[in-house]
């Protein structure tokens, strides 16, 4: 499974725009690249996921390069209801469940 | 749908007492995993299930660990005896079978956790 890195924390203020950068250099061809958010007191919840370019849905964007060494989730004007700790894994085809979460970034939004 | 259950939500309990935690996955989901989040070593893969049958146990850290699933419906996580450091939240999720068109591969949809506390 690929390992993955991502930074620890990471502060911004409402309305911003936030990216968030996640390095996985071993990703395999069939390997998928999802994220996670997990607010305090609650299990995490997916939030995206692709394979190769670009995705968006109403939450998020995550880009993708064409070597997919890398990934970057983007929340577009985030709120103070966005502060939560997210977490970028790499996994191929629900491989037996096995997603290895790191320890993510923990957003601070703050007004 | 209701999502994923657990239960109890909290649990306190004394050392050296066994302890049961309950999942209801679901409906219709083929995959069920348990997961344990601590502080120290952030969230943890301890089993999953396919079909109600065990894959892979290797996360599970003790034999004092063990985990049922009887039905589609149903799985529990056991510790006996508890400790101290199994104080934790366990976190239940289930998935959907791959290649379905309209499901995201690799989506796990998490329960609300028990938070364990082992005095």
């Known amino acids: 499974l690929a390992k993955t890195t991502q930074p620890i924390s990471m502060d911004s203020y409402e309305g911003q725009e936030v990216n968030i950068t996640c390095s996985h250099n071993n990703i395999a061809t069939n390997d998928y690249i999802t994220w996670y958010q997990q607010f305090p007191s609650q299990g995490p919840r997916f939030i995206i996921q692709?394979?190769?370019t670009k995705v968006t849905n109403e939450v998020a964007s995550l880009f993708i390069p064409a070597d997919r060494k890398s990934s970057t989730l983007s929340l577009p004007r985030v709120s103070l209801s966005d502060t939560a700790v997210y977490y970028c894994l790499v996994g191929g085809d629900n491989q037996g469940g096995k997603l290895i979460f790191g320890q993510g970034t923990e957003l601070s939004v703050k007004p | 749908d209701a999502g994923v259950i657990q239960s109890p939500r909290h649990e306190v309990t004394e050392m050296g007492q066994e302890v049961t935690l309950r999942c209801k996955p679901i409906?219709?989901?083929?995959?069920l995993f348990w997961y344990r989040q601590t502080m120290m070593r952030g969230l943890e893969l301890l089993i999953y299930f396919n079909n109600n049958v065990p894959i892979d146990d290797s996360g599970m850290p003790e034999d004092r660990f063990s985990a049922k699933m009887p039905n589609a419906s149903f799985s529990t996580l056991k510790i006996q005896p508890s400790e101290p450091r199994d104080s934790a939240v366990y976190f239940c999720a289930s998935s959907p079978s791959p290649g379905l068109a309209d499901i995201s591969t690799d989506t796990q949809y998490f329960g609300p956790g028990t938070r364990l506390t082992v005095l």
């Open positions: 409906s219709g989901h083929d995959y």
């Open positions: 692709g394979y190769k």
